[in-house]
Nanobody
């Protein structure tokens, strides 16, 4: 059973940076596709970035392109989300989630948090950006 634990959230001023970690245990992430999602108060959960470890596919939401970078440390079995130039609208609880990477788009690089086969989720990390 794959388990995911996020860390690295916190409070930062506008323009600052944070790096979120999504540490996996139980199974290697080699065959998995991972997505980062966020949910702001009163809003629906949305996809932020994703990485397909088998295909090397990477995607970003338009709202974070050029500011956020997703990466994978195979030795540590950990996915990172480097977030630069953070803005108040980035304030949210951030989640990582994973599924076995397949051949259809939703399983290569998951950006839809409602996809039914996105079965492994972390507990979330709060990111708060003050203006």
């Amino acid at each position: 059973q794959l388990q995911l634990v996020e860390s690295g959230g916190g409070l930062v001023q506008s323009g600052g940076s944070l790096r979120l970690s999504c540490a996996a245990s139980g199974l290697s992430l080699d065959l998995y596709a991972i997505g980062w999602f966020r949910q702001a108060p009163g809003k629906e959960r949305e996809g932020v970035s994703c990485l397909g470890n088998r295909s090397g596919t990477i995607k970003y939401a338009d709202s974070v392109k050029g500011r956020f970078t997703i990466s994978w440390d195979k030795a540590k079995n950990t996915i990172y989300l480097q977030m630069n130039d953070l803005q108040p609208e980035d304030t949210a609880v951030y989640y990582c989630a994973a599924l076995l990477e397949g051949l259809i788009p939703q399983t290569i690089c998951p950006m839809d948090p409602s996809y039914e086969y996105l079965e492994f989720w972390g507990q979330g990390a709060q990111v708060t950006v003050s203006s």
